[in-house]
Nanobody, 118 residues
Framework: EVQLVESGGGLVQPGGTLKLQCATS????????MSWVRQAPGKGLEWVSG????????KYTDSVKGRFIISRESNTNTVSLQMNNLKFEDTAVYYCNGRSPTKLYDYWGQGTQVTVSS
């Protein structure tokens, strides 16, 4: 059974930090591209960051560059998102996504809420 379980969301003030984690099982984690995708209230899905072909290849959407850091741990099949200097506009449900090299398989977690508010 494929599982992706996010944790680490919560309420934080602007300028604060949170670290999201996604624990996975049931698929070949090391072969999959892992991403974080978010959905703000009333908006569509927005890709945030991805890590590919090992831990050295990472990408970010422009709005989070320099603030967020994605990482993956193959020994624990976990992908993390360190979020620093959070802004109001980072408020969203954050989803963990795993995609197979052929893009045939696409797995999602249940999401974790991040709220940035003063």
């Amino acid at each position: 059974e494929v599982q992706l379980v996010e944790s680490g969301g919560g309420l934080v003030q602007p300028g604060g930090t949170l670290k999201l984690q996604c624990a996975t099982s049931g698929f070949s984690f090391s072969k999959y591209a892992m991403s974080w995708v978010r959905q703000a209230p009333g908006k569509g899905l927005e890709w945030v960051s991805g890590v590919y072909d090992g831990a050295d290849s990472t990408k970010y959407t422009d709005s989070v560059k320099g603030r967020f850091i994605i990482s993956r741990e193959s020994n624990t099949n976990t992908v993390s998102l360190q979020m620093n200097n959070l802004k109001f506009e980072d408020t969203a449900v954050y989803y963990c996504n795993g995609r197979s090299p052929t893009k045939l398989y696409d797995y999602w977690g249940q999401g974790t809420q991040v709220t940035v508010s003063s």
